[in-house]
Protein backbone atom coordinates (compact mmCIF):
# COMPACT_ATOMS: atom_id res chain seq x y z
CA UNK A 1 0.00 0.00 0.00
CA UNK A 2 1.53 3.26 -1.21
CA UNK A 3 -0.19 6.67 0.27
CA UNK A 4 -0.09 9.97 -1.47
CA UNK A 5 -0.82 13.30 0.03
CA UNK A 6 -0.40 16.17 -2.81
CA UNK A 7 0.24 20.08 -1.79
CA UNK A 8 0.51 23.07 -3.19
CA UNK A 9 -1.88 23.60 -5.41
CA UNK A 10 -3.48 27.65 -5.57
CA UNK A 11 -4.86 30.40 -7.84
CA UNK A 12 -2.57 32.46 -10.06
CA UNK A 13 -2.41 34.22 -13.09
CA UNK A 14 -1.65 33.15 -16.54
CA UNK A 15 2.21 33.12 -16.93
CA UNK A 16 2.27 32.56 -13.49
CA UNK A 17 4.20 29.53 -11.32
CA UNK A 18 3.54 27.11 -9.15
CA UNK A 19 5.28 24.40 -7.57
CA UNK A 20 3.23 20.72 -6.31
CA UNK A 21 3.87 18.46 -4.06
CA UNK A 22 3.07 14.90 -3.54
CA UNK A 23 4.20 13.33 -0.18
CA UNK A 24 4.87 9.30 -0.29
CA UNK A 25 4.21 6.80 1.97
CA UNK A 26 7.18 4.69 0.19
CA UNK A 27 10.85 5.03 -1.23
CA UNK A 28 10.67 7.53 -4.37
CA UNK A 29 13.81 6.50 -5.30
CA UNK A 30 13.50 2.68 -5.73
CA UNK A 31 11.69 0.54 -8.40
CA UNK A 32 8.88 3.05 -8.90
CA UNK A 33 6.73 4.92 -11.44
CA UNK A 34 5.47 8.07 -10.19
CA UNK A 35 3.33 10.57 -11.94
CA UNK A 36 1.32 13.47 -12.01
CA UNK A 37 -1.97 13.72 -13.88
CA UNK A 38 -5.36 16.31 -14.21
CA UNK A 39 -8.62 16.61 -14.65
CA UNK A 40 -9.67 20.01 -15.78
CA UNK A 41 -13.73 21.22 -15.73
CA UNK A 42 -15.57 19.08 -18.18
CA UNK A 43 -13.06 17.20 -19.23
CA UNK A 44 -11.37 13.44 -18.72
CA UNK A 45 -8.52 13.18 -16.55
CA UNK A 46 -4.79 13.02 -18.64
CA UNK A 47 -1.67 12.55 -17.95
CA UNK A 48 1.16 15.55 -17.44
CA UNK A 49 4.10 13.73 -16.60
CA UNK A 50 6.31 10.66 -15.45
CA UNK A 51 9.45 9.68 -13.52
CA UNK A 52 10.77 6.37 -12.97
CA UNK A 53 12.01 6.50 -9.33
CA UNK A 54 14.78 3.97 -10.31
CA UNK A 55 15.94 5.26 -13.46
CA UNK A 56 14.82 8.78 -12.99
CA UNK A 57 13.44 9.22 -16.33
CA UNK A 58 11.16 11.89 -17.46
CA UNK A 59 8.92 12.44 -19.50
CA UNK A 60 6.36 14.52 -20.16
CA UNK A 61 2.50 15.24 -22.11
CA UNK A 62 3.56 17.46 -25.22
CA UNK A 63 0.76 20.14 -23.80
CA UNK A 64 3.40 20.48 -21.28
CA UNK A 65 6.48 19.81 -21.86
CA UNK A 66 9.15 23.04 -21.70
CA UNK A 67 6.91 24.56 -19.08
CA UNK A 68 6.54 21.90 -16.15
CA UNK A 69 9.15 19.70 -14.73
CA UNK A 70 9.10 16.34 -12.90
CA UNK A 71 11.31 16.10 -9.96
CA UNK A 72 11.14 13.86 -6.58
CA UNK A 73 13.38 14.29 -3.14
CA UNK A 74 13.10 12.52 -0.15
CA UNK A 75 10.16 10.67 -0.74
CA UNK A 76 8.26 14.07 -2.16
CA UNK A 77 7.37 14.52 -5.74
CA UNK A 78 7.52 17.65 -6.69
CA UNK A 79 5.60 19.00 -10.43
CA UNK A 80 7.36 22.80 -10.76
CA UNK A 81 4.85 24.41 -13.36
CA UNK A 82 5.96 27.69 -14.84
CA UNK A 83 4.25 29.73 -17.84
CA UNK A 84 0.86 28.69 -16.50
CA UNK A 85 -1.98 28.87 -18.94
CA UNK A 86 -5.92 29.33 -18.26
CA UNK A 87 -6.00 25.79 -19.70
CA UNK A 88 -3.61 24.29 -17.18
CA UNK A 89 -6.56 24.53 -14.35
CA UNK A 90 -8.06 21.83 -13.28
CA UNK A 91 -7.56 19.44 -9.81
CA UNK A 92 -3.94 17.62 -9.92
CA UNK A 93 -3.61 14.65 -8.87
CA UNK A 94 -0.23 12.48 -7.87
CA UNK A 95 -0.06 9.24 -8.42
CA UNK A 96 2.18 5.61 -8.05
CA UNK A 97 2.92 1.97 -9.06
CA UNK A 98 5.58 -0.50 -8.48
CA UNK A 99 5.12 -2.45 -11.82
CA UNK A 100 4.03 0.32 -14.52
CA UNK A 101 5.97 0.32 -17.40
CA UNK A 102 7.22 4.08 -16.68
CA UNK A 103 6.91 5.08 -20.43
CA UNK A 104 4.66 7.18 -22.40
CA UNK A 105 3.58 5.11 -25.11
CA UNK A 106 3.92 6.32 -29.26
CA UNK A 107 0.48 7.12 -29.23
CA UNK A 108 0.58 9.12 -25.82
CA UNK A 109 -1.01 6.77 -23.31
CA UNK A 110 0.11 7.18 -19.61
CA UNK A 111 0.73 3.69 -18.07
CA UNK A 112 -1.75 2.39 -15.55
CA UNK A 113 -1.68 3.53 -11.56
CA UNK A 114 -2.65 1.88 -8.49
CA UNK A 115 -2.24 4.39 -5.83
CA UNK A 116 -3.79 7.75 -6.16
CA UNK A 117 -3.45 11.41 -4.09
CA UNK A 118 -7.02 13.20 -2.85
CA UNK A 119 -5.99 16.36 -5.33
CA UNK A 120 -4.91 19.65 -5.33
CA UNK A 121 -7.23 21.85 -6.81
CA UNK A 122 -4.99 24.74 -9.58
CA UNK A 123 -6.69 27.74 -11.26
CA UNK A 124 -5.24 29.73 -13.54
CA UNK A 125 -6.86 33.34 -14.18
CA UNK A 126 -6.52 35.16 -17.27
Known amino acids: QVQLVESGGGSVQAGGSLRLSCRVS????????LGWFRQGPGKEREGVAL??????NTEYANSVKGRFTISEDKNTLYLQMSGLKVEDTAMYYC?????????????????????WGQGTQVTVSS
Open 95 to 115: AADRSARCRITDTASFPTFRY
Open 51 to 56: IDGMLR
Open 26 to 33: ASTSSAIC
